[in-house]
């Protein structure tokens, strides 16, 4: 009777750790490439060793609809040769505006983009892709069109798309995405136009979201944030947006410049700021990732029911590497997986 119960204890705890996805410690740690030159400094290398440097995911290109067409733009324009034996994972940006157009033929846009992305992934490393990651924040007006998109590109390689938290907490009304698995996108959670708060990423935000009995039913890697962006109010009310953020640009052009608040400056004079024209009254909103809140939100969705596997790093730029200390989240996310 003793042997039995000791039996059943250990089938139990097999079981236990079976299926405790969250706590694997075979996560790896993955960078996305999000610039038109995929040509790497210095810096990006050194950086891209501290992970799994065997596997990346690359920005190929945007699909946007132009005269009812749906066009590619900010196509890749190079990449660096160290990539050329590592596993490079093409993603394509599809605005959900291409999804609504009825014009948009889903076969012909299938069969656009897999040509574009196997065109630029021969060019650059000799070869056909096995797998493309689609990013598209799906609606539920598109929903329906493109999941049959997804449901052609699937049988003809490998998919993956990206998820955003909406559509984790209500899967019923959005749909599960019919690929072979997926990435939660953990940044740009809050509201751009609250000046108030950190729209990339609070551990707040994400609790509406996700609990501790939240599941999903395909399989997830989790994007993290490890950039900064200055968010533009002009006096209209119209925002846009400055990727990356050198608060020190801010504070020591006192001439153009007026620090309301820590992240907060207003415009005093009229100036042309990386390739932007800023007038007098615009307000400008610094937002940056934050360790502790990446680690805090990265905890609500291991202790959920969501079955989390590898972490991508959103994204590998050498400046963003300058703002973030990566070695540390890093080390700090390993320490959670342990």
């Not at 953990?186 to 990339?200: A, E, P, R, T, W």
């Amino acid at each position: 009777m003793g042997s039995f119960k000791n039996y059943s204890l250990l089938v139990f705890v097999l079981f236990f750790i079976s299926c405790n996805t969250n706590n694997s410690h075979n996560t790896k740690f993955q960078f996305y490439h999000w610039k038109a030159n995929a040509t790497l400094s210095n810096k990006e290398k050194e950086a891209l060793n501290t992970v799994d440097n065997t596997k990346i995911f690359i920005h190929y290109f945007d699909v946007v609809v132009s005269d009812d067409i749906a066009r590619p733009v900010a196509v890749l324009q190079n990449m660096d040769t160290v990539f050329q034996n590592k596993k490079v994972v093409p993603v394509v940006f599809i605005r959900n505006s291409v999804f609504k157009n009825d014009n948009v033929s889903v076969d012909q846009l299938v069969v656009k983009i897999k040509k574009l992305v196997q065109q630029i992934h021969h060019k650059y490393l000799g070869e056909n892709t096995d797998e493309i990651q689609i990013d598209c924040d799906w609606s539920g007006s598109t929903k329906e069109k493109y999941f049959q998109f997804l449901e052609v590109l699937e049988q003809q390689v490998k998919t993956s798309v990206t998820i955003r938290l909406h559509q984790i907490k209500y899967k019923d009304k959005t749909g599960v995405p019919p690929v072979n698995y997926g990435v939660l996108m953990l940044y740009n959670v809050g509201d751009l136009s609250d000046f108030k708060q950190n729209s990339i990423l609070k551990n707040t935000t994400v609790k509406q979201y996700v609990n501790n009995s939240t599941n999903y039913p395909l399989s997830l890697d989790v994007a993290l944030p490890m950039f900064s962006q200055v968010v533009v109010k002009n006096n209209e009310g119209r925002l846009r947006l400055i990727n990356r953020a050198v608060t020190s640009d801010f504070d020591k052009d006192t001439v153009h410049f007026d620090k309301i608040s820590t992240n907060l400056y207003k415009v005093k004079e009229k100036l042309l700021y990386r390739g932007q024209y800023l007038y007098k009254d615009f307000l400008l909103k610094i937002e940056k990732s934050e360790l502790e809140e990446t680690l805090k939100s990265y905890q609500v969705i291991t202790k959920s029911k969501l079955e989390i596997k590898n972490i991508i790093l959103y994204h590998l730029d050498e400046e963003e590497l300058g703002i973030h200390n990566y070695q540390e989240l890093i080390s700090r996310l390993q320490q959670e997986k342990e």
